[in-house]
């Protein structure tokens, strides 16, 4: 099973700041296994990204995802109010797993 | 627009089982395999496992083999998934999720289970 590790665990930020999320893969994953997935308080993940950079329909071109192997990045150019929540990046290979999230806070 | 459309929270006491539903809508049904997941109260995401919709065909998480089914009715184009033997650290929410390629692009809103005596 393929274990994915985010950073940081937690991130401090102002609005307009940007904000640059990892996530590290135990083994070599395809870029086309890599998701992204924000969640915010009592409601389900939503699709941020897929295949590593690919943004899913509706998403803002503030949002961004980058990386090959083992090294993802989400970048959020400018943090909006409505993108402090929680970030999970998800793999699919063989088996699926999540990474334990990034927590995008309001400094 | 698609929509997934899950059943009402549940209470259930330890050792009895637990039938979660996912009915969908504003698309071909048998077009996509379904996912379960679920999240333990302020955790995060693990995978159950996953139904073709249109076979039927199955593959559960090696953490829920034996205690999970998962099943659909694509007459009324819905999936379900029951896991049974219950115990206190399977109170979570349950999400179904439809899974176009190696991703999940629409989630259900989230079933609360939890088991307590």
């Known amino acids: 099973e393929i274990v994915l590790t985010q950073s940081p665990g937690t991130l401090s930020l102002s609005p307009g700041e940007r904000a640059t999320l990892s996530c590290r893969a135990s083994q070599s994953v395809s870029s086309s296994y890599l998701a992204w997935y924000q969640q915010k308080p009592g409601q389900a993940p939503r699709l941020l990204i897929y295949?590593?950079?690919s943004r899913a329909t509706g998403i803002p071109d503030r949002f961004s995802g980058s990386g090959s192997g083992t090294d993802f990045t989400l970048t959020i150019s400018r943090l909006e109010p409505e993108d402090f929540a929680v970030y999970y990046c998800q793999q699919y290979v063989g088996s699926v797993t999540f990474g334990g999230g990034t927590k995008v806070e309001i400094k | 627009q698609v929509r997934l459309m899950q059943s009402g929270a549940e209470v259930k006491k330890p050792g009895a089982s637990v039938k979660v539903s996912c009915k969908t809508s504003g698309y071909t049904f048998t077009d996509y395999y379904f996912h379960w997941l679920r999240q333990a109260p302020g955790q995060g995401l693990e995978w159950m496992g996953w139904?073709?919709?249109?076979?039927?065909?199955?593959n559960y998480a090696q953490n829920f083999q034996g205690r999970v089914t998962m099943t659909r009715d694509t007459s009324i184009s819905t999936a379900y998934m029951e896991l049974s033997r219950l115990i206190s650290d399977d109170t979570a929410v349950y999400y179904c999720?439809?899974?176009?390629?190696?991703?999940?692009?629409?989630w259900g809103q989230g079933t609360l289970v939890t088991v307590s005596s």
């Open positions: 139904i073709n919709a249109n076979s039927g065909a199955t």
């Open positions: 999720a439809r899974n176009p390629e190696w991703h999940f692009d629409y």
């Open positions: 295949g590593a950079s």
